[in-house]
Nanobody
Framework: QLQLVESGGGSVQSGESLRLSCKAS???????MGWFRQVPGTEREGLSC????????IYSPATKDRFTISRDNANAASYLQMDSLKPEDTGIYYC???????????????????WGQGTHITVSS
């Protein structure tokens, strides 16, 4: 399994932007990469995923048109650009990775076996 480290979290005001980074310990060129969010007391939800080649990406309804996922296989990294942040975006954000057929990109946490420790985001109104 890969070791994943997220960075880029913090506290921002509503309407501002943040960019999260996820750095993997090894090659990710055959891995789907996902971003998930968890609010204490609730289930971890899928926000966005990107297939191994970067040609496929999926967004949850909560993030569509505001968040953009990307990846850099040469540097074993994935990114989540978050714009127009809202207070309901507050939570712990996790990066995940799983070897998958090229183009496959699930948003279900049970499909991923490698997880980062999470980075906190607080959005104030």
């Amino acid at each position: 399994q890969l070791q994943l480290v997220e960075s880029g979290g913090g506290s921002v005001q509503s309407g501002e932007s943040l960019r999260l980074s996820c750095k993997a310990s090894g090659a990710i060129n055959r891995h789907a990469m996902g971003w998930f969010r968890q609010v204490p007391g609730t289930e971890r939800e899928g926000l966005s995923c990107i297939g191994a080649t970067g040609r496929t990406s999926i967004y949850s309804p909560a993030t569509k048109d505001r968040f953009t996922i990307s990846r850099d296989n040469a540097n074993a990294a994935s990114y989540l650009q978050m714009d127009s942040l809202k207070p309901e975006d507050t939570g712990i954000y996790y990066c995940a990775a799983q070897p998958m057929p090229l183009g496959a990109c699930p948003l279900h946490l049970v499909d991923y076996s490698s997880w980062g420790q999470g980075t906190h985001i607080t959005v104030s109104s």
